[in-house]
């Protein structure tokens, strides 16, 4: 299995501190590359695959182990199982993040099924790429898609993309996460919102404050609140910074 080897980051356990999931312990699988370039991306380097993949033998205690690319899916299967059997239920599931994990779609084709035996998945995307999505669909538990906003990315013309992945991404546990800051406007929260609500008005949405390389918040507290009356035509609508950070996680 997991014939199709891909360039990984780190395999590590921490603390989720985005989403409707945060404050739950995941087992994180961190793919490099990316097909998009965004001005407040947190991972930096992601175009180039990196020589060497850092694997965290005990869960949490950042004994790594680096392990040269690209990486097997059985090395990556086979510290899971580890982690399931000797830490049982610490984990609440798999997060398979990047960078864009999507664009390792053959590999995960295969990785999924294997880690989907000890955990959940839960998949975090920058939700352009909806035809890599597809076969995965049944082997994800949840799905955490961003909208990408023109000003606080700096990415524009995504609106297409990001309607056909939440489309199919509706067929399971999925929500969506906007970055927002100063600069954002009101036409872009009103014009994610009127997406979602179209496809279905439950799904719920993050609105993530940016946070600056110094810790500081990049939007003020009155324009949080407005942001999120903007998007009273949805069901949830929650702001919630990157709490990871706060606390000192990875």
């Not at 999924?112 to 998945?121: D, T």
Request: hydrophobic share 40%; glycine share 8%.
């Amino acid at each position: 299995m997991s014939n199709v080897p891909a360039s990984m980051v780190e395999c590590f356990s921490s603390i989720q501190g985005e989403g409707v999931l945060v404050g739950l312990r995941q087992a994180f699988v961190r793919f490099s590359g990316c097909n998009l370039n965004c001005s407040f991306c947190d991972t930096p380097g992601m175009s180039q695959a990196p020589k060497d993949c850092l694997l965290e033998l005990t869960p949490g205690r950042r004994d790594f182990l680096k392990v040269g690319n690209p990486m097997s899916g059985e090395r990556v299967v086979a510290l899971i199982e580890s982690w399931a059997e000797g830490w049982p239920g610490i984990h609440h599931s798999v997060s398979v993040t990047g960078g864009e994990p999507l664009l390792h779609g053959a590999h995960l084709l295969e990785l999924l099924p294997k880690l989907r035996r000890f955990l959940p998945i839960h998949l975090e995307t920058n939700g352009t790429l909806h035809q890599a999505l597809a076969p995965l669909i049944p082997h994800l538990d949840y799905i955490g898609m961003d909208i990408k906003l023109p000003s606080s990315s700096g990415c524009s013309d995504l609106w297409d993309e990001h309607r056909a992945f939440l489309q199919l991404a509706a067929q399971r546990s999925v929500y969506v996460k906007v970055v927002v800051d100063q600069s954002t406007e009101d036409w872009e929260i009103e014009r994610s919102c009127q997406m979602i609500a179209e496809i279905d008005p439950a799904i719920p949405l993050i609105l993530q404050p940016m946070t600056l390389p110094d810790g500081t918040i990049a939007v003020s507290p009155l324009r949080a609140l407005e942001f999120q009356e903007l998007a009273g035509r949805l069901k949830e609508v929650r702001v919630i910074p990157q709490t990871h950070k706060f606390m000192g996680q990875l």
